[in-house]
């Protein structure tokens, strides 16, 4: 049996890992909510690794408001650059395995056509340059660790951008959603699955990692997937438009190329 901790388990990512971890008889998923750890508590993780002795740490815990994050960005700091490097030491202490989950907001998005694991991150908002510093730190503490990229992640577990769609459809509103980003939209389910058979497989090939759904389009082309497939009976219009209130800069084309 593989013993197994899950950190930020009421997130989207988590509830979703803890969905389908019971196809896998060999893993022993240990789900720890922010209340059960706090990854900006040294101690609080050293005695829950002592207490359950994991071969893998998954940590999903992170600060992902990305409007939020630029007037709170030491907040973001502390969860995504210090909780990691927390986890970090931790797993070296311990001989423990991470699993680290970042973001394609690393990146600038200049390059048209997508982003490889060994293309250099240059940040241009508050939460990717807390999640850059928390990849650094990592690679400074720790030999065996997985740093997996991914890209707008949706599941049906609340707030994320299908289900605010979804439910602006079933009430029949009118959107007008942003074309001026390119990406790879990402069923949280998905990657719980490729996270998991990761650990299954008993991979060493340690280091940064890309994972998406592979299918590039714009926010304004998935809000109307969204309708096509989930709302086809909704009257809301759906159209392009670049007044939706946000503060932070986000990447042009932030394709993750494998
Ligand atoms: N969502 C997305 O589109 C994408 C996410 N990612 C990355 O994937 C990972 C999972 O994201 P996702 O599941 O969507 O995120 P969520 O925001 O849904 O979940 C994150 C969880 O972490 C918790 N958390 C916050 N601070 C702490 C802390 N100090 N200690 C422990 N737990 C904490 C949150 O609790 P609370 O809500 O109570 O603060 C929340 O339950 C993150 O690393 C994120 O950066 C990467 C690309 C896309
Ligand atoms: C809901 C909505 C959003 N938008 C715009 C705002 C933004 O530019 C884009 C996406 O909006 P959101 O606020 O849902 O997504 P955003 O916070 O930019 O999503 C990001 O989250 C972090 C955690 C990540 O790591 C990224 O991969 C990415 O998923 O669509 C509209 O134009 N109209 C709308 O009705």
């Not at 250099?120 to 340059?129: D, F, L, S, T, V």
């Amino acid at each position: 049996m593989t013993s197994v901790i899950v950190t930020g388990a009421d997130g989207q990512l988590g509830k979703s890992i803890q969905a389908r971890i019971g196809s896998y008889d060999e893993i022993n998923g240990v789900f720890l909510s922010k209340e059960s750890l706090d990854i900006t508590r040294v101690e609080e993780i050293r005695k829950r690794f002592k207490e359950h002795a994991p071969e893998y740490c998954i940590n999903t815990a992170a600060f992902t408001e990305v409007d939020e994050a630029e007037v709170a960005e030491d907040k973001a700091m502390e969860v995504n650059a210090c909780g990691a490097e927390n986890l970090a030491r931790a797993c070296a202490e311990f001989r423990v395995i991470l699993i680290h989950l970042s973001t394609d907001y690393v990146f600038d998005g200049s390059k048209p056509h997508g982003y490889r694991p060994t293309d250099k991150p240059n940040p241009i908002n508050a939460y990717g340059r807390s999640k850059w510093e928390g990849e650094k730190r990592i690679g400074k503490c720790l030999d065996r660790y997985f740093i997996i990229r991914t890209s707008w992640l949706y599941s049906e577990y609340p707030p994320n951008f299908f289900t605010t769609i979804l439910n602006r459809l079933n009430k029949n509103e009118n959107l007008e959603v942003t074309d001026q980003q390119r990406g790879c939209p990402t069923k949280a389910g998905n990657l719980a699955k490729y996270i998991l058979e990761l650990i299954t497989s008993d991979d060493q090939d340690f280091g940064i990692r890309h994972f998406t759904d592979g299918e590039p389009m714009t926010w304004y082309e998935f809000a109307l997937r969204i309708k096509n497939r989930y709302a086809p009976d909704s009257t809301s219009k759906i159209r392009r438009g670049n007044n939706y209130r946000s503060f932070a800069k986000r990447p042009e084309c932030s394709i993750l190329l494998p």
